[in-house]
């Protein structure tokens, strides 16, 4: 069983830059590919980035690519994002999730452990 906990969330103002971290334990982290979503209120969870275990590919929304950044440190089971030029339209919970897949990672079936979700919030 794969653990996930996120951190790093926070009040920012518009185009101000959040990292957020998710630690992984439980598992091999090394063999799973890793993937953010966000879900806002009222909306439903969207994919945001992921990493695959296999040759760490990176895909993105079309919303944040540009702005948000992908990456994992295998020796510290720990995946990231770097997100920067924040909107008020990134507000959402920022969910951690992990997959044994290393396509489809855009969709939310694709993964079978997730972590609690960190708050990010963004004033204009």
């Known amino acids: 069983q794969v653990q996930l906990v996120e951190s790093g969330g926070g009040l920012v103002q518009a185009g101000d830059s959040l990292r957020l971290s998710c630690a992984a334990s439980?598992?091999?982290?090394?063999?799973?590919?890793m993937g953010w979503f966000r879900q806002a209120p009222g909306k439903e969870r969207e994919f945001a980035a992921a990493?695959?275990?296999?040759?760490?590919?990176?895909n993105y929304a079309d919303s944040v690519k540009g702005r948000f950044t992908i990456s994992r440190d295998n020796a510290k089971n720990t995946v990231f994002l770097q997100m920067n030029s924040l909107k008020p339209e990134d507000t959402a919970v920022y969910y951690c999730?992990?997959?044994?897949?290393?396509?489809?990672?855009?969709?939310?079936?694709?993964?079978?452990?997730w972590g609690q979700g960190t708050q990010v919030t963004v004033s204009s």
């Open positions: 999730a992990a997959s044994v897949r290393s396509r489809f990672l855009e969709f939310l079936s694709s993964y079978t452990y």
């Open positions: 439980g598992g091999t982290f090394s063999t799973l590919s």
């Open positions: 990493i695959a275990w296999t040759g760490g590919k990176t």
